[in-house]
């Protein structure tokens, strides 16, 4: 408490402020298309300039919340399953800077987005449908986490940040450090974040315990990102993320993690107008490992003690050429992977005379992709323009255990241990500007291949309906039809955009009950395998609005809606229900002040896949913050409220229907030099 009164002291006390100074910002790649045709989260970041509006040491799970495209599942308070247009990550793409990064885990313990932090990158790029389909199949879309770098600038500049922040309700620490260099020739940023946090403490409710037991973390993320100009059109850029998570509790689940470790690498060369019509050419190679350690140590009491380790390698690269010609703006991108997954449970009987059990629950899937995307933006007159993007890959998988293709062939007897398929991606959008109105509609078809969970399990437990899966390599591509519209309305101090997208999915694969095959896991209620069905139907819906009624005051209020039906009944799982949040702030001086009001209605539930359905919610949010500068640096200082009046709540998105955190107190304070 004195260390919370002396912070307010700090914050209230010190009245001088001065302007963020600007920094050369490293080109953008994708300035193919001159309108806005993707959402572009930008990520709080310690060394960014625009740090007022947010929890700067908030996750980046947190960011990418704010968008109305996308829900994150929570199986605790770490590693959220980022879900775009209400489908699973099965169904979309997510990359760093282009990268393809695969999980580790059986359990979706560690979605990609697990393995970096704020101070890696500056902005979420979010895509929806077949326009996310550059470096791989989708059918939702794409999350593209654009990674932060200083850039080359004219005069060489030093600089950096310290920061910590404290968050009461779990007593989570975050500590970090960026530096960066930058000159003409070169450039060169570190950084370094920590967080630790203990068990998270759900709202007031009588009779309820406040304490939810194994949601405790500890993460380590380290980075550097290092770039070279060659000549006055040639670069060259290496970057390195190294992250580790350890003792992270997963209260939606029957299991832990001892360890989830990440190395991601890269290098790349960018070339400027290497050609006549063409502005850039840019080539990565990449590579990156990942580790996941599953542990049930901790759990008092489990039916059967057990170890579930699991690994993922990647190595590909991408090279992508942009250009413009006439009123065409275009671009061409081919990109490849190859992908090893492999996963082991090891079961541990009480009875010592009993044998361990083992078993590969990813067989070593090999996973080959190669494609090649276009995409051409032709503007048809001044108002008026046509995007065209087509895609075409080709994607292998191989088993390449012995012992795990046998295991499956009790259930497939004729199963080859290799399988190839072709993916294909078309769409189209027009967009037409009308004034202050931006008017856009598309339509798309794709296909995406399962992954090597719904191909190739084996006897993975979701314990949400409490089913040990197993995959079904005989499924077909999952294809999609989707159609899209949005509106848009701009003046000086208000702005509008409403947005519907439909999905029309065929082959949905989706995990069914099978009769006659005992779970491997005994408490299990049976066994699914992963089907078909022969159609769903997924509608997405929101509406934003911001205003401005005078210069240092901002309204803005978001709302959004889903629904998802698939063929035989089927409501689909994990749909979010009609969801809002309305926000209010104030900014003079250096001085921020934000109230917001988040909530929704009950949700839809899917009792197929063990969903139960929870009550409408609303949770009120207050946060203030101090910029200070002090001659060349600047000092922000930050404090917060979430869940104001400690509300008990769970929602759609709470896996196994673990409570929310309630009220929660955190101070942030950055310094930058
Ligand atoms: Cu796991």
Redesign the pocket.
């Known amino acids: 408490m004195r260390q919370l009164f002396l912070l307010i002291c700090i914050f209230f006390s010190v009245n001088f402020y001065a302007q963020t100074p600007d920094s050369l910002a490293f080109p953008s790649i994708d300035s193919i298309s001159p309108q806005e045709l993707n959402e572009i989260i930008i990520i709080g970041n310690p060394a960014a300039n625009t740090l007022k509006k947010d929890k700067a040491l908030g996750s980046l799970d947190s960011y990418l919340e704010k968008s109305n495209s996308v829900n994150m599942v929570k199986r605790g308070a770490y590693a959220w399953e980022p879900m775009i247009n209400g489908m699973s990550t099965e169904r979309s793409v997510i990359t760093i800077d282009g990268m393809r990064i695969f999980n580790a885990?059986?359990?979706k313990?560690?979605p990609i987005t697990s393995y970096v932090e704020n101070t890696n990158l500056s902005s979420a790029k979010i895509t929806d449908g077949q326009s996310g389909a550059e470096f791989g199949g989708t059918i939702a879309g794409s999350i593209d986490l654009i990674r932060k770098k200083s850039g080359f600038q004219i005069k060489p500049e030093f600089g950096g940040s310290a920061f910590a922040g404290f968050e009461s309700n779990n007593n989570q620490q975050i500590y970090g450090t960026s530096l960066n260099y930058s000159a003409p020739k070169y450039f060169i940023d570190v950084d370094f974040t920590f967080r630790d946090a203990d068990n998270y403490k759900a709202g007031h409710k009588s009779g309820e315990k406040k304490e939810v037991d194994f949601s405790q973390f500890r993460k380590y993320n380290t980075s550097a990102i290092a770039g070279f100009k060659l000549n006055a059109k040639q670069e060259i850029e290496a970057s390195l993320i190294y992250d580790k998570a350890t003792d992270v509790g997963y209260p939606g689940l029957p299991m832990d993690?001892s360890l989830a470790e990440a190395l991601i690498a890269s290098v790349q060369h960018r070339y400027k107008n290497p050609f006549k019509h063409f502005n850039l050419w840019e080539t990565k190679a990449y590579f990156n490992t990942i580790t996941?350690v599953?542990d049930d140590t901790p759990r008092p009491i489990v039916p059967i003690r057990m170890d579930?380790p699991?690994w993922s390698k990647t190595q590909g690269f991408y090279s992508k050429l942009s250009g413009r010609y006439n009123n065409h703006a275009f671009k061409a991108t081919l990109s490849g992977y190859r992908n090893n997954s492999i996963a082991e449970m090891i079961m541990y009987p009480e009875d010592p005379d009993e044998k361990d059990m083992y078993m590969l629950t990813w067989p070593d899937v090999n996973t080959l992709y190669s494609g090649l995307s276009l995409a051409d933006n032709i503007s048809l007159n001044a108002d008026l323009s046509l995007l065209i993007e087509a895609g075409i890959g080709i994607h292998h998988n191989k088993i390449r255990s012995k012992s795990g293709l046998s295991s499956l062939q009790i259930y497939y007897p004729d199963l080859s241990p290799t399988k190839t398929r072709i993916l294909k991606n078309l769409s189209t959008r027009l967009s037409y500007f009308q004034g202050n109105f931006l008017h856009e509609i598309g339509m798309g078809y794709g296909d995406r291949a399962p992954s090597v969970s719904e191909g190739y399990g084996f006897y993975l437990l979701n314990i949400n309906d409490n089913y040990d899966y197993i995959g079904n390599p005989n499924l077909k591509n999952e294809k999609s039809i989707n159609f899209d519209f949005s509106s848009s309305y701009e003046i000086q101090n208000f702005s509008a955009k409403i947005k519907a997208n439909y999905f029309y999915i065929l082959d949905y694969i989706i995990g069914k009950p099978r009769l006659g095959i005992p779970p491997m896991n005994i408490t299990a209620n049976g066994i699914k395998v992963y089907e078909q069905l022969n159609h769903a139907s997924i509608l997405n819906t929101s509406l934003g609005m911001n205003y401005s009624p005078f210069l240092d005051w901002n309204f803005s209020a978001d709302f959004s809606y889903r629904y998802g039906q698939g063929a035989k009944n089927t409501i689909l799982p994990l749909i979010q229900p009609f969801t809002y949040k309305l926000s209010g702030s104030f900014e003079k001086h250096g001085f921020f002040t934000e109230i917001s009001v988040e909530g929704s209605m009950k949700n839809r539930n899917s009792l197929e896949f063990g969903e139960i359905q929870k009550p409408a919610y609303a949770i009120a949010n207050i946060a203030l913050s101090k910029d200070f500068a002090i001659k060349n640096s600047q000092f922000i200082a930050k404090l917060g409220v979430q869940n104001l009046f400690d509300h008990y709540y769970s929602t759609f998105d709470d896996w196994f229907g673990i409570p929310k955190m309630g009220r929660n107190i955190y101070t942030n304070l950055i310094f930058k030099f």
Request: proline fraction near 0%.
């Open positions: 885990c059986t359990d313990m560690d993690v996941h599953m579930m699991g």
